[in-house]
């Protein structure tokens, strides 16, 4: 069992700034973080694996930055140029499995504003 608590929400204006973080009690190989937008399903924002593969969802792409600090038990997420349509829940997963995640947190909530 992992378990993951994030952090680092809140509310910012259109170009602003956010670092999420996500605390986990077990290292895994593979983590990665998701959002949910009111009324939408929920949609992969990016993933790393290893401490070092990377990847992003299209819309986040050249914004937002994951990283990973195992001697912190730490998920990052940096996130850039916020938009409008960034405002979602946030969601950090960990331990990958075909086409999902083993382990999920409860979220922290990210209000962009025009």
């Known amino acids: 069992q992992v378990h993951l608590v994030e952090s680092g929400g809140g509310s910012v204006q259109s170009g602003g700034s956010l670092r999420l973080s996500c605390q986990y009690s077990?290292?895994?190989?593979?983590m990665g973080w998701f959002r949910q937008a009111p009324g939408k399903e929920r949609e992969f924002v990016s993933s790393i694996i290893a401490l070092r593969t990377t990847r992003y969802a299209d819309s986040v792409l050249g914004r937002f930055a994951i990283t990973q600090d195992n001697a912190k038990n730490t998920l990052y997420l940096q996130m850039n140029s916020l938009k409008p349509e960034d405002t979602a829940m946030y969601y950090c997963?960990?331990?990958?499995?075909?086409?999902?995640?083993?382990?999920w947190g409860q979220g922290t909530r990210v209000t962009v504003s025009s």
């Open positions: 077990a290292r895994t190989y593979c």
């Open positions: 997963a960990a331990e990958c499995l075909v086409n999902d995640f083993r382990f």
